[in-house]
């Protein structure tokens, strides 16, 4: 078995990652944390990048053992259409660290970028007190061998996450899961809400893939929800 990470945690601020909007969403009524910079409304200049969430990312990408190697930090688009973007781009920095290490597993590069909205495809609602939040993104090389390493592994990153005081606990973390076994197509599990469901996702996901094989059926390349 191989499998990488990419894992989403929130900064510690005060406020959001281009706009003053407060990052207490939990709390909030819905809607009510939003302006029209962090809804990206035509005509809405984004202020200058939140400082303190860039400190964040930086420290915590010096205590996961990363390179930094960037000189200036500066933000890209990554497009996809979702109700919950509704600039349909989502903000992210270039690498701010590479090549860190935690636990024996390493760490391919980490980000700064925005969260966005919350959506219930079921209500066909979107809460947009989230979107803007700053976030790390922590994206590992496929070097974890099994759901056991996955589980350890996350429970390492979220101490040091904690202990640096840059970044929110467990509950704010989504994982995106990628595994493959015996050289085969690799299937990707999106937005894993807790180390407890990354675990028992890539069970699920390890004995279906070898079902498959026994029975001579090819793994499909695809992304799961």
């Keep these: ?18 706009c003053d909007c407060p990052t207490n969403y939990q709390d909030a009524p819905i809607n009510s944390n939003i302006c029209p910079i962090c809804l990206n409304q035509p005509g809405a200049k984004p202020h200058p990048t939140n400082e303190k969430a860039l400190e964040n990312a930086l420290m915590i990408a010096l205590m996961l053992n990363c390179e930094i190697d960037q000189d200036v930090i500066y933000f890209m688009r990554k497009h996809y259409d979702y109700p919950d973007l509704p600039s349909g781009y989502q903000r ?15 760490i391919r590069e980490i980000h700064a970028e925005e969260d966005p909205g919350q959506f219930k495809p079921d209500r066909g609602t979107v809460n947009f007190n ?4 700053p976030l790390v993104e922590i994206v590992t090389e496929p070097d974890i061998k099994s759901p056991e ?3 350890n592994f996350l429970k390492e990153l979220i101490r040091v996450l904690q ?21 085969g197509n690799r299937v990707e599990m999106k937005n894993v809400n807790s180390i407890k469901g990354a675990y028992k996702a890539l069970k699920f996901e390890l004995v279906r893939q070898k079902n498959l094989m026994k029975r001579g059926v090819e793994v499909k390349q695809e992304t799961r929800a």
């Design 1 to 18: 078995m191989m499998c990488g990470l990419e894992i989403h945690v929130q900064l510690e601020t005060e406020s959001k990652l281009f």
């Design 149 to 151: 390493e996955a589980r």
């Design 130 to 133: 989230r979107s803007g939040i």
């Design 92 to 106: 992210t920095s270039v690498p701010i660290g590479i090549n860190g290490e935690l636990n024996g597993i390493r």
């Design 163 to 183: 202990y640096s005081g840059g970044a929110r606990g467990e509950g704010t973390m989504r994982a995106d899961v990628n595994i493959s076994i015996n050289g």
